[in-house]
């Protein structure tokens, strides 16, 4: 039996804003000011091929999920002619309705119309406090295969057809360049993730701060050429030394981060 009271649509614009600050509605102007951004994004994105999807639950907004050509997903991973979810999300008051089957179920089957050879997901296991975030555990109950693990990453796919390659991890290859007498910002980021997108600003904006006595040094992974040098979606190092704190870095962080690496006296 259909549930009527669920609807899978194609992204309007009635819902860009639900979907561009990733349910944070009406939490923050930089929440607010990154959604902008990522529509700019999204408009881009459709027009290489990417699907959009939306779940509403009695006509609210339940949720959404995105399919996008590997070769434009700047989160990874690599391979040929599969379409990339990069996040599906539900919100919890609509959990338990079957919402993000049903959206996984809209993206394969405009991945199979669309001549893809597959769909992959790259998930995760146990993180402490965000299990919820693309479990890899569920999607192996919808019949997606593993097809590598790399600490608690899960890489994941669903063939259409026995002459589907697998995909593969991304391998981050980075290599600190010293700047003299300076102290240097490696800054990875990518627009679609919004947890990037508004880390990579506040990263400007402290490195703004220190004048001549920082650079910083930005690799966007919307840039294919940058993303597949280093194949890095989302990284900060300063002087070489990753920092992160898996949320969006906060300033404080960073400009703790960046008055050690002065010597304290930043």
């Excluded at 992204?11 to 804003?17: G, K, N, W």
């Excluded at 995760?124 to 997606?144: C, H, N, S, V």
């Excluded at 990453?153 to 995909?167: I, Y």
């Amino acid at each position: 039996m259909i549930d009527e009271t669920i609807q899978i649509r194609d992204m309007q614009p009635e819902d860009e804003y639900f979907v561009s600050t990733c349910s944070h509605v009406s939490e923050s102007e930089e929440a607010d000011a990154c959604g902008k951004r990522r529509c700019v994004l999204f408009r881009s994105l459709r027009a290489d091929g990417a699907r959009l999807k939306v779940a509403l639950l009695e006509g609210e907004h339940a949720g959404f999920a995105y399919g996008l050509p590997i070769d434009v997903a700047s989160w990874g991973p690599l391979g040929t002619n599969l379409m990339a979810i990069p996040c599906l999300y539900v919100l919890r008051t609509a959990a338990g309705r079957g919402i993000g089957t049903k959206l996984l179920e809209s993206i394969e089957a405009d991945a199979r119309s669309a001549g893809f050879n597959g769909v992959t997901i790259a998930a995760y296991r146990d993180i402490p406090g965000a299990e919820w975030f693309m479990p890899a555990a569920y999607f192996e109950q919808l019949e997606y295969q593993v097809v590598d693990e790399r600490g608690r990453e899960v890489l994941l796919w669903k063939p259409f057809h026995d002459s589907a390659e697998p995909p593969r991890f991304l391998q981050p290859d980075y290599t600190y360049e010293p700047v003299p007498g300076r102290v240097a910002v490696d800054l990875f980021w990518n627009g679609f993730c919004p947890t990037s997108a508004i880390e990579a600003q506040r990263v400007r904006e402290v490195a703004g701060e220190y004048g001549d006595r920082v650079i910083l040094r930005e690799y966007e992974a919307e840039d294919r050429d940058t993303l597949l040098r280093y194949q890095i979606p989302r990284a900060i190092y300063v002087n070489g030394q990753e920092i992160g704190w898996g949320y969006e870095a906060p300033k404080e962080g960073i400009r703790e981060a960046i008055d050690r690496a002065l010597g304290g006296d930043g």
